[in-house]
């Protein structure tokens, strides 16, 4: 559509609100803005703030959503009716970026997914640049852009729900599991949000899935592009696989898995993703290797922060769902001391209760969802109601052996207590490096 002069309103001013806004009023579009905080608690804006009426979005030619807006919001039902168009930022940024798309989607390490591919890229000379849902917003990357780069971007269910002609030369999805159902409602209609970012797919791109994860696997069915798969688990029929100790590549190898530095099994899947994707980017084989043990993870994933009388203290703010913290769990072998609890995202918890009989020694509760979590894992190990982080970090201090773990992997949201995830995970560095040596 024809942006000079047109009459935008962007909806929410978190970060890529933000950037959207500027990228459109560079443009040449009319921008004004709107978001249910006022103006005193938002950062200085690019473009005027209006209160968040309906009578914002009158006599309006686009309205632009940030993720954190729903979709399905009355007053954007009634816009649509109209005949305006509504889209997320990422679709909007996609109008006017330079370069070719690699986004990366799932419920869980699409953010260590994203950097490691870019890492892996950089490794190899492809010049690329990594944003989206990660660092910086699609919008910030549209000046840095090139025709040569590869733009790696992370890409959630939210923004890929508001997407028109968005369009991914490579797509690559981890893992579907539940998550974020307090928005979308439906398993299905998540996985349906995680679809989009094949449907605007060529014959020519090419789609990256998880062999291993059946509703992953379905996208295989809703794109035109050609397929390649990765897999933890063995050999697949065209991709990237770990076969035994050694990651291979259409059977020629890779590297040995014992050169991977990230912890667990998950972690395997999430290189072989990456290294597939770089791969049909352009990256060799031997830069691939040489990225991969070089790579030291992300911040707030499986982070290791500190040892303190022999027990050490992980940091994995970032498991805001169940399935993200089974994996969690699962990167170390028992004598876990496990936070957990925040904003419940209409969650089952019960799936935790064997993996946390067999490896935790107890589960701290924090957050609005400690109550929902205490009823379905009654019973299963000793559980403590902390309420605040601080507490939690402190009790298991008091009680944690030698040999054992402190793991913050909360499967919840973090928006009761703090700004978001990397807000409690800074907190939660801060607390253990806060912890005295001679204390217990």
């Known amino acids: 559509m024809k942006i000079i002069g047109a009459r935008v309103l962007v909806v929410g001013m ?20 709107c978001d249910e905080k006022p103006a005193s608690q938002l950062p200085e804006l690019p473009v005027p703030l209006v209160p968040q009426t309906p009578e914002a979005f009158r006599a309006k030619d686009l309205i632009v ?6 979709a399905d919001l009355p007053v954007l039902e009634d816009v649509r009716r109209r005949g305006i168009p509504v889209f997320g930022d990422v679709e909007v940024a996609s109008w006017f970026l330079k370069g070719r798309i690699l986004g990366i989607t799932g419920s869980n390490g699409k953010t260590t997914t994203t950097a490691l591919t870019g890492h892996l890229l950089r490794e190899c000379a492809v010049p ?9 917003p699609l919008a910030s990357l549209v000046e840095s852009s090139r025709d040569e780069h590869w733009n790696v971007l992370e890409l959630s269910s939210f923004q890929l729900e508001t997407i028109g002609t968005f369009h991914a030369q490579i797509g690559v999805a981890l893992n579907v599991t539940p998550d974020h159902l307090d928005r979308h409602g439906t398993l299905e209609r998540y996985w349906a949000a995680k679809a989009r970012l ?8 090419f789609a990256v899935l998880n062999a291993e994860d059946p509703a992953t696997a379905r996208f295989a069915g809703v794109t035109p592009a050609q397929v390649h798969w990765f897999s933890a688990g063995g050999q697949v029929p065209r991709g990237v696989w770990v076969a035994g100790d050694r990651l291979v590549a259409d059977g020629e190898f890779i590297m040995p898995v014992s050169e991977v ?8 899947e999430n290189v072989a993703a990456a290294a597939a994707a770089a791969r049909l980017a352009g990256a060799s084989l031997e830069g691939i290797r040489r990225g991969v043990a070089t790579f030291p993870g992300v911040e707030h994933r499986i982070e290791f922060v500190r040892n303190l009388n022999g027990v050490e203290y992980y940091n994995d703010s970032k498991a805001t769902n169940v399935d993200a913290t089974l994996k969690a769990i699962d990167s170390f072998p028992g004598g876990i001391w496990i936070i957990l609890g925040g904003k419940d995202k209409n969650s089952d918890y019960t799936v935790l209760r064997n993996p946390l009989k067999e490896r935790a020694r107890a589960a701290l509760l924090i957050g609005a969802a400690a109550s929902k979590i ?3 894992l009654g019973g299963v190990v000793p559980l ?4 605040t982080l601080a507490a939690a970090v402190t009790f298991a201090h008091s009680h944690a052996r030698p040999g054992d773990t402190v793991l913050l992997a909360p499967a919840c949201a973090s928006f009761d207590q703090f700004d978001n995830y990397e807000h409690r995970g800074r907190v939660f560095k801060q607390l253990v490096a806060d912890l005295k040596e001679n204390s217990q």
């Open 128 to 136: 690329c640049q990594v944003g989206g849902n990660i660092g910086m």
């Open 384 to 387: 403590e109601q902390c309420g």
């Open 14 to 33: 978190a970060k890529s609100g933000i950037a959207v806004a500027h990228l459109l009023q560079s443009q040449g579009a009319e921008v004004i803005a």
């Open 261 to 268: 530095r990230l912890r667990g099994r998950h972690n395997l």
């Open 65 to 70: 959503i940030s993720p954190g807006v729903p």
């Open 198 to 205: 094949f449907e605007n797919q060529k014959p020519e791109d």
């Open 374 to 376: 205490a009823d379905q």
